[in-house]
T-cell receptor, first 113, second 118 residues
């Protein structure tokens, strides 16, 4: 079974631009979550989508948004990029929530200059 | 609010030594799940174990073992006879339970960097 895939793996953007990251979950998994990892703040939850609906949201500004498609693939968008948005963005998928564990993708490393 | 504390920032051991990584958590949920993940230099978080709050049985998987103690809110991870390939950052995590009873977001500890040398 293929794992969670994320594209692109690396990205360099300029302050003020916007960016879209993509995540394809493990086949059959309906829940997708996004996390931001930085040296200063560690791993922080951004949001979770289940069946195309946002089920939970972390404490991030409105510049961070996401969506999930009918095939469970998910995208997250960051508008008006700031230097502090430089991070590793990790996507995780799980079957439905509950007792199962999230499996993480390799991440997208975003650098904002 | 949920909280996970990994007090050990970095541990260095020589190969074949045993090492224990500590994890202490705080939650008001009566049902919750605890996890351990390994993050090698490549960056991907690799799932190691899940434990639910009703199951306090310790678990052993090869050289890995986990000790869950609800009375002290701890979920410690021991690697027996460590190897160089065990070098990585290890994260303990706690899941939040929504009103529907579904486990949702993970709250991570700050991680413990394990360095195993020859």
């Amino acid at each position: 079974k293929a794992g969670v895939t994320q594209t692109p793996r690396y990205l360099i953007k300029t302050r003020g631009q916007q960016v879209t990251l993509s995540c394809s979950p493990i086949s059959g998994h309906r829940s997708v979550s996004w996390y931001q990892q930085t040296p200063g703040q560690g791993l922080q939850f951004l949001f979770e989508y289940f069946s195309e609906t946002q089920r939970n949201k972390g404490n991030f500004p409105g510049r961070f948004s996401g969506r999930q498609f009918s095939n469970s693939r998910s995208e997250m968008n960051v508008s008006t990029l700031e230097l502090g948005d430089s991070a590793l963005y990790l996507c995780a998928s799980r079957h439905a929530g509950g007792r199962d564990e999230p499996y993480f993708g390799p991440g997208t490393r975003l650098t904002v200059t | 609010a949920q909280k996970v504390t990994q007090a050990q920032t970095e541990i260095s051991v020589v190969e074949k030594e045993d090492v224990t990584l500590d994890c202490v958590y705080e939650t008001r949920d009566t049902t919750y799940y605890l996890f351990w993940y390994k993050q090698p230099p490549s960056g991907e978080l690799v799932f190691l174990i899940r434990r639910n709050s009703f199951d306090e049985q310790n678990e052993i998987s090869g050289r890995y073992s986990w000790n869950f103690q609800k009375s002290t809110s701890s979920f410690n991870f021991t690697i027996t006879a460590s190897q160089v390939v065990d070098s990585a950052v290890y994260f303990c995590a706690l899941s939040e339970t929504l009103n529907t009873g579904t486990a949702s977001k993970l709250t991570f500890g700050t991680g413990t960097r394990l360095q195993v040398t020859l």
